[in-house]
């Protein structure tokens, strides 16, 4: 199955869909570092580096799903909160993909700001745009008449394109990230398929990252951490762990411990040792002030961030038992957000973190993206499909 990557940034969800076996129709990005990294992983020629309103959908042949994440900062809880207002919001473009190619499917990702009750009714006009595609407002007439057209589109002639949409605020962390994460996914089956769509079964859950860590204790042995060297037990913990023996008993939860920095880091030998790991590089001057304390080593990450003109935040940092903070390197924050260590990210560190920052958690959208190809219908063993994932996790 084909896909269209709008909005690829350094390729995150293209990734995690290559993996679930989509192949790549085109990717369409503005960003000259983002592109070049594209360049690096994917296949050069199917890169187009502009403005999406420059880019010739007519050009592509029949595309299967259409991905990617348009801009977030008219939604972002630290931006300006512009959501219509903004010139940067690009979901008007990326219904016009929808409504030009008609895929089977689509799939966008956002953050969570575009949840706020203040974006309630943009919001909604992006679901029923998403819906009826083909639906478009009449001259003059601005985004709120047209919500209200789209809102009675019952009682007025239509036959156009539908989609099922459905959307989910997500927590990486709950699919097997080693970060605490939550976006928006919006998916779409076109509707004359008939295609029932739910989001992909969550995998891992803090309850048993919490049993293993305070009740079995497997976690800190499998990592070999001395007792010295432990989290704490506060007294909020220790309330949490009792309500956890009441809940399960005698036995651990099902799901898989959610996954630490230290999970992910292990192997990665330190950045300031002789390690010939190219985006493996030391930056110093990492500090703690508050709000910005840095990623627990022994909990999932917070959210890795762009940060202001491409300087990372606080949240990019790891914290150890003793109180220490480093900036994460490059390859470190790769890890977080589940790229392959071979996974090349373009331009210098505070250039790449934004990349890495902006992207999708690949496993995330391998996960999306392996329950989307088999609810239609590209693979016909279910079972073997989902292994690498699996194997994965």
């Known amino acids: 199955m084909k896909s269209l990557e709008i909005f690829s940034g350094a390729g995150g969800l293209a990734k995690g869909l290559e993996l679930a076996g989509f192949q790549h129709s085109a990717f369409v990005e503005f960003n000259k570092h983002a592109c070049a990294s594209l360049h690096e992983n994917f296949e050069a020629k199917k890169v187009f580096f502009g403005d999406i309103k420059d880019f010739d959908l007519n050009t592509l042949g029949d595309v299967d799903i259409v991905a990617g994440g348009p801009?977030?900062?008219?939604?972002?809880?630290?931006?300006?909160?512009?959501?219509?207002?903004?010139?940067?919001?690009?979901?008007?473009y990326a219904i016009r993909a929808i409504e030009q190619l008609t895929p089977k499917a689509f799939v966008f990702e956002n953050v969570k700001g575009l949840l706020r009750a203040s974006f309630s009714d943009y919001f909604e006009y992006i679901i029923l745009r998403l819906t009826y595609p083909g639906f478009i407002a009449k001259l003059d007439v601005d985004w709120k008449n047209h919500l209200s057209d789209l809102r009675s589109i019952g009682q007025l002639?239509?036959?156009?394109?539908?989609?099922?949409?459905?959307?989910?605020?997500?927590?990486?962390?709950?699919?097997?990230?080693?970060?605490?994460?939550?976006?928006?996914?919006?998916?779409?089956?076109?509707?004359?398929?008939?295609?029932?769509?739910s989001f992909p079964v969550e995998t891992h859950s803090e309850d048993r990252l919490l049993w293993e860590m305070y009740v079995s204790g497997e976690y800190w042995k499998r990592h070999h951490v001395?007792?010295?060297?432990?989290?704490?037990?506060?007294?909020l913990l220790q309330e949490k762990i009792i309500r956890l023996k009441d809940m399960y008993g005698m036995f651990e939860p099902e799901q898989l411990p959610w996954r630490t920095v230290r999970d992910a880091l292990q192997g990665i030998p330190d950045p300031q040792?002789?390690?010939?790991?190219?985006?493996?590089?030391?930056?110093d001057g990492a500090r703690t002030y508050p709000g910005h304390t840095g990623s627990d080593i022994d909990?999932?990450?917070?959210?890795?961030?762009?940060?202001?003109?491409?300087?990372?935040?606080?949240?990019?940092?790891?914290?150890?038992?003793?109180?220490?903070?480093?900036?994460?390197?490059?390859?470190?924050?790769?890890?977080?957000?589940?790229?392959?260590?071979?996974?090349?990210?373009?331009?210098?560190?505070?250039?790449?973190?934004?990349?890495?920052?902006?992207?999708?958690?690949?496993?995330?959208g391998e996960a999306i993206g392996r329950e989307l190809a088999e609810r239609l219908g590209a693979r016909n063993d279910s079972a073997d499909a989902r292994q690498p994932y699996r194997a994965r996790l």
Not at 226 to 235: I, L, N, Q, S, Y
Not at 331 to 350: H, L, M
């Open 299 to 364: 909990w999932p990450a917070k959210t890795i961030k762009a940060g202001g003109h491409g300087v990372p935040g606080g949240e990019n940092m790891i914290r150890y038992p003793d109180g220490s903070v480093r900036y994460f390197t490059v390859c470190e924050a790769k890890r977080i957000q589940t790229f392959p260590d071979s996974f090349v990210i373009k331009g210098a560190w505070g250039e790449a973190m934004r990349q890495i920052g902006n992207a999708v958690p690949v496993l995330l």
């Open 273 to 283: 040792a002789m390690h010939g790991i190219e985006d493996h590089i030391f930056h």
């Open 157 to 197: 002639p239509y036959a156009g394109t539908k989609y099922d949409v459905t959307f989910k605020l997500i927590n990486a962390a709950n699919y097997g990230v080693p970060q605490i994460r939550e976006r928006v996914v919006i998916v779409g089956t076109r509707a004359d398929l008939g295609v029932p769509w």
């Open 226 to 235: 001395p007792k010295a060297e432990r989290a704490p037990m506060t007294e």
């Open 71 to 92: 801009p977030c900062q008219p939604f972002s809880l630290g931006g300006k909160h512009g959501a219509d207002q903004d010139s940067r919001d690009m979901f008007p």
